[in-house]
């Protein structure tokens, strides 16, 4: 649960950090707010891979499991094998 959360507080994060830079860029047009805005799309970033690698971790040490299409599909193409002694 805490995973989930986590993950959901970063995508809030970075899409508030979009919004901040899109403000910036559409609202003034001064060279200190496209500072602002290199900053918040740095920022953006950064987030980005920390999520990345959070979900790596997560996944890699059983703690998230992939459960959509694409585990279907794996799924239908490994069939479990069973063993009758």
Not at 2 to 16: H, R
Not at 54 to 64: E, P
């Amino acid at each position: 649960m805490l995973i989930k959360t986590l993950t959901i507080v970063a995508f809030l994060a970075i899409v508030i950090s979009l919004g901040s830079a899109l403000f910036h860029i559409v609202k003034h047009k001064e060279d200190s707010d496209s500072a602002k805005t290199a900053k918040a799309l740095t920022v953006r970033i950064g987030l980005s891979l920390a999520l990345f690698i959070l979900l790596f971790i997560a996944y890699a040490s059983g703690l998230i499991q992939p459960h959509g299409i694409g585990a279907r599909m794996h799924a239908s193409q490994n069939p479990p094998t069973t063993s009758n002694p």
